[in-house]
């Protein structure tokens, strides 16, 4: 036996068996033949590194009490405690907000709302058309005082001035003025619905010119200047028929007037429209009417009474 050999170690390795043989055997190899992983090796740097941390953490525990380490502990809980308050409180005020930004969605939607519905539940107040203050004799009853007996009456009045127009009151049976339909009812003005409609106040009154002189005239407000002008212009052609108790017009005027028509003159700065009739080879007015404020319109016949009535706005402005 040689030196390198080791009595121990010597296996004689079996010969396979021939094919007439016996099966192959597993060869089982020696438990010194298994292989060893090989032990990860540290480098002299790697050592250090570690023999620094130990020494650094056995350091700070030399150096830091249970007392600092307890509060440190309890620090990190109470940060912990802290952020977790911090989310609910973030929570909170997210749904907070939402909640107020919906009520303030809905405090808007509900105004609006409420805007429309109180619009739509309210009548629009209609314009404050007034025929201005005028004196008025005592009132007349419309079915108990014919029109023929006004005049008569007023002539007697003490307090029927010279140069002052003055109303007439008729009122119904409770002692209230009446409408401008029921007027023109009294007043036999036959006149079509639109032309009565375009008033919205209409009185009878009026004017002494002189001790023997006494000229009635018929004033009223309208809503619309230019809708209630459309309308006179329609019923030109008949005013002088539909005027002739009220105005108490002569017939003979109205007779030789028949074809003629009205034209537009300025009397007193005011823009009036006039129907005139020869008489006497003269051309008188027999009927006129105008404006002598925005909605205040009166009928007549005599141009001085546009000058009376307007200073009596005038007066009140």
């Known amino acids: 036996m040689s030196e390198t050999e080791n009595p121990e170690t010597t296996q004689e390795t079996p010969t396979p068996p021939t094919k007439g043989g016996m099966m192959n055997m597993p060869i089982i190899p020696k438990k010194d033949d298994v292989a060893t992983p090989p032990t990860p090796q540290v480098s002299t740097a790697q050592k250090a590194v570690i023999a620094n941390y130990e020494a650094d953490v056995a350091n700070a525990m030399s ?5 600092q380490i307890q509060k440190f ?25 939402t909640i107020a930004v919906i009520c303030l969605i809905g405090a808007i939607g509900g105004f609006v709302y409420g805007a429309f519905h109180f619009k739509s539940l309210t009548v629009p107040l209609a314009p404050n058309i007034s025929l201005g203050a005028f004196p008025a004799f005592s009132a007349k009853i419309q079915t108990t005082t014919p029109l023929a007996s006004v005049l008569e009456t007023i002539s007697k009045d003490s307090t029927f001035v010279v140069g002052r127009p003055m109303l007439v009151d008729i009122v119904d049976s409770t002692g209230t003025l009446v409408s401008p339909k029921e007027l023109f009812a009294y007043l036999e003005i036959k006149a079509t619905e639109p032309l009565q409609t375009s008033f919205v106040v209409t009185r009878y009154g009026f004017v002494k010119l002189s001790d ?28 002088p028929v539909l005027f002739e108790k009220a ?9 030789v007037i028949a074809g003629g028509g009205f034209t537009q003159e300025i009397v007193s700065n005011i823009p009036v429209r006039i129907l005139r009739a020869q008489k006497d080879d003269q051309r008188t007015t027999t009927l006129a009417y105008g404006f002598p404020d925005e909605n205040v319109v009166i009928f007549t016949t005599e141009n001085r009474v546009f000058a009376l009535v307007e200073n009596t706005l005038i007066g009140q402005h």
């Not at 150096?63 to 007392?67: C, E, G, H």
């Not at 023997?212 to 005013?239: H, N, R």
């Not at 105005?247 to 007779?255: E, N, R, V, W, Y």
């Open 247 to 255: 105005l108490m017009l002569d017939q003979s005027k109205i007779a």
């Open 63 to 67: 150096q830091t009490d249970a007392s």
């Open 212 to 239: 023997t002189e006494v000229v009635p005239f018929i004033i009223g407000a309208t809503a619309d200047q230019s809708i209630a002008t459309k309308e006179f212009l329609i019923a030109e052609s008949t005013m």
């Open 73 to 97: 502990i309890q620090r990190a809980k109470d940060d912990e405690e802290e952020q977790k308050e911090r989310a609910v409180r973030n929570t909170q005020g997210r749904l907070l907000s």
